[in-house]
């Protein structure tokens, strides 16, 4: 618990650290019309998807810092002896990282919605779809930034890693953005999306601690 | 687990291998060879598709090779997680390339097959095309972590979790993907007797993926006994 509030202190703290992707993600977003055009109807057959793939992409951008900062330092060590189990740490410093970037991203999600043209009444389940999919980002991202920690270049290496874990999520959460933006029914694709990302936070620590305990020996 | 133990000391493999991996290797060839063979002069046409589904002699075995190579390797992973056998992380390693390379190859074949029968050459429709592409990228990762660690160790067990990881994860892409595609290829309606250079074909590659994953296990074995005597020599002086 400890390890949870430090962390997300830290994220907070950290230089705009956390402020960064949300940045990332808007401006990406935003180059979506300068490429497929500022017609509507492209924008809303591109749009949600366009999105969605922001989305990981900034989910993305923390995680070669998330372990590697603190290995270096030392303090996973610390942790390592405090005699908190490993998959512990993993999850608070996910869970934290999530909710110092992952939830702004979220409350950012529905102006980037609006400008490409989705329909501003379905915005609260823009956020709740971009919770629930920044969240499955963030914690199957967790595997390959704990595979990462020990490399001077991991940054590239996570990417590669990582979003074959990301399809899933790609695909339902898009879905359920499709979905909503078509008034079509956005049920079955939110939930599946929900049932991935509780998938990533219940295994993904467990195959990052194993990760970490190679990396700090 | 008496095998395992058995070969837990290198010596011992290296001594077994060395017939088998060429014996292998040579064996599988010449039965792809017969395959191939048979497939290309013996089998009639497809009903339907023609000479072009002959193609089908080497992708769908390929396809077959490709998961069985993730799936020994995920089994090897978990046995090095376990045990800490030595020779697994090895195993896994040498399998790699040669899973890799076979996926490449199947991708090819299927997409040099689609074009003449599905109009296109790649089909984002149909659900096993793209499991196969992302289980391919899942074969490049796995070997890029190996190369990019600096001690073999901690490589081994990086490589180990992430295979382990993605064989977790493959039935539930594979789910999703199915779910997302909307265009199904059902299976050839192929007779028995279309069907059996399939067969021989296969076990030329499950002979061949054993002779050149044991190639490629006792290179790198020998790489590394090559690298403690020059450590050894240096430490001399």
């Known amino acids: 618990m400890s390890v949870f509030t430090r962390e997300l202190k830290l994220a907070w703290s950290g230089g705009g650290g956390a402020a960064l992707p949300v940045g990332f993600f808007f401006a990406a977003g935003s180059l979506t019309p300068f490429a497929v055009g500022n017609d509507i109807s492209n924008l809303q057959i591109a749009g949600p998807g366009v999105m969605w793939i922001a989305l990981a992409l900034s989910s993305l951008l923390p995680m070669e810092r998330l372990f590697q900062a603190d290995l270096e330092d030392g303090t996973l060590d610390a942790y390592a002896g405090s005699g908190v189990g490993m998959e512990g740490i993993a999850l608070a410093k996910t869970l934290a990282h999530w909710i110092a970037t992952g ?22 389940f823009v956020i709740a779809a971009s919770l629930m999919g920044s969240a499955a980002f963030f914690f199957f991202g967790s595997i390959g930034a704990a595979l990462t920690a020990g ?8 990417a590669l890693v990582t979003l074959p874990l990301y399809v899933p999520t790609m695909i339902f959460g898009a879905a359920a953005l499709y979905a909503a933006a078509s008034g079509g029914d956005w049920a079955q694709p939110a939930m599946l999306t929900a049932a991935v990302a509780l998938f990533g936070i219940a295994t993904s620590p467990f195959a990052a601690a194993m990760a970490l305990r190679t990396a700090i020996d | 687990m008496a095998v395992m133990s058995f070969f837990a000391n290198p010596h011992r493999f290296m001594a077994a291998s060395k017939w088998f991996a060429w014996g292998f290797t040579v064996l599988g060839s010449a039965v792809i060879v017969l395959g191939i063979c048979l497939g290309l002069f013996v089998v009639p046409p497809d009903a339907v598709q023609g000479d072009s589904a002959r193609i ?50 199947g991708l090819i074949t299927g997409s040099i097959w689609g074009y003449p029968t599905w109009g296109t050459w790649w089909e984002w429709g149909d659900a096993r095309l793209v499991s196969v592409l992302i289980l391919f990228f899942i074969y490049l990762g796995y070997i890029a972590i190996w190369q990019a660690m600096e001690t073999p160790q901690k490589a081994a067990r990086a490589a180990a979790i992430l295979c382990l990881a993605g064989a977790v994860n493959l039935p539930i892409i594979h789910f999703s993907v199915n779910w997302f595609a909307t265009l199904h290829q059902v299976s050839m309606n192929a007779t028995a007797e279309f069907k059996y250079p399939m067969y021989v074909v296969a076990l030329g590659y499950l002979a061949l993926f054993g002779g050149l994953t ?15 005597l020059a450590q050894r020599r240096q430490a001399a002086g």
Do not use: C
Request: aromatic letters at 8%; hydrophobic letters at 65%.
């Open chain 1, 103 to 124: 939830i702004p991203l979220a409350i950012v999600a529905p102006m980037l919605w609006i400008m490409l043209q989705g329909p501003p009444a379905t915005s609260p």
């Open chain 1, 151 to 158: 490399m001077r270049r991991g940054g590239l290496l996570i």
């Open chain 2, 56 to 105: 089908m002699f080497v992708h769908v075995p390929a396809m077959w090779l490709s998961l069985f190579a993730y799936a020994f390797m995920a089994g090897a992973s978990l046995i090095s997680i376990v045990w800490r056998h030595a020779l697994a992380d090895v195993a896994a390693k040498s399998a790699a390339p040669v899973g890799a390379a076979v996926t490449a190859f």
């Open chain 2, 214 to 228: 044991l190639l490629n296990m006792r290179a790198e074995i020998m790489n590394t006994r090559a690298e403690m």
